[in-house]
């Protein structure tokens, strides 16, 4: 799923895409993304998730990010919880605002009170939101209140998850001692 790192990028592909003799890179439109490498040969770290805007998912299974991918392993059966939390260490969010710029919070399908998080702007047009601000699992962990709401992620999505909230203040603080 991931390319080898080059010009300190480490590429995220549509694991659809094959190379072919007259294309024997991926097009720009196969990339879904990358992470920036910082640091030199073995021992580089990853910098956060960019997404690629002019990214084509080439079937409706593609991924159209790292927590996109993630999830639809889990749906299989192929990862963990362990890796979702991992993942959502190196991804922005967009949270969904109302008019007054508040965090909108609705239901989960299991019918707790969740915010709508979108892990991939194309997520974003299942909601109906005025505003999305764009924030880091630790803003994202902080701003959750203490009790009572847990964070939907890509609403609407076929891969779509509640996350408990102590476990995104959870992966926030691994997160968090990983850097330190």
Same mark, same amino acid.
């Given at each position: 799923?991931?390319?080898?790192? #080059?010009?300190?990028?480490?590429?995220?592909?549509?694991?659809?895409?094959?190379?072919?003799?007259?294309?024997?890179s991926p097009p720009v439109?196969?990339?879904?993304?990358?992470?920036?490498?910082?640091?030199?040969?073995?021992?580089?770290?990853?910098?956060?998730?960019?997404?690629?805007?002019?990214?084509?998912?080439?079937?409706?299974?593609?991924?159209?990010?790292?927590?996109?991918?993630?999830?639809?392993?889990?749906?299989?059966?192929?990862?963990?919880?362990?890796?979702?939390?991992?993942? @959502?260490?190196?991804?922005?969010?967009?949270?969904?605002?109302?008019?007054?710029?508040?965090?909108?919070?609705?239901?989960?399908?299991?019918?707790?009170?969740?915010?709508?998080?979108?892990?991939?702007?194309?997520?974003?047009?299942?909601?109906?939101?005025?505003e999305w601000r764009d924030?880091?699992?630790? #803003?994202?962990?902080?701003?959750?209140?203490?009790?009572?709401?847990?964070?939907?992620?890509?609403?609407?999505?076929?891969?779509? @998850?509640?996350?408990?909230?102590?476990?995104?203040?959870?992966?926030?603080?691994?997160?968090?001692?990983?850097?330190?």
């Open positions: 799923m991931t390319g080898e790192p #080059q010009n300190g990028l480490l590429f995220l592909i549509d694991p659809e895409w094959r190379p072919a003799e007259d294309e024997p439109t196969a990339l879904i993304g990358a992470w920036r490498v910082i640091g030199d040969g073995g021992d580089g770290v990853l910098g956060r998730f960019q997404p690629n805007p002019l990214y084509l998912p080439s079937t409706p299974d593609s991924p159209l990010d790292p927590v996109d991918a993630v999830l639809r392993a889990l749906g299989r059966g192929e990862c963990d919880t362990d890796q979702v939390a991992e993942v @959502m260490a190196g991804v922005m969010f967009g949270v969904a605002l109302d008019e007054q710029g508040k965090a909108i919070v609705r239901r989960a399908p299991d019918g707790v009170r969740s915010v709508l998080v979108a892990t991939a702007h194309a997520y974003r047009d299942r909601v109906e939101a005025a924030v880091t699992l630790a #803003q994202l962990a902080e701003a959750l209140p203490a009790h009572g709401v847990d964070v939907l992620v890509n609403p609407g999505a076929r891969t779509s @998850m509640r996350v408990l909230a102590d476990a995104v203040r959870a992966a926030a603080a691994r997160a968090d001692d990983t850097a330190a």
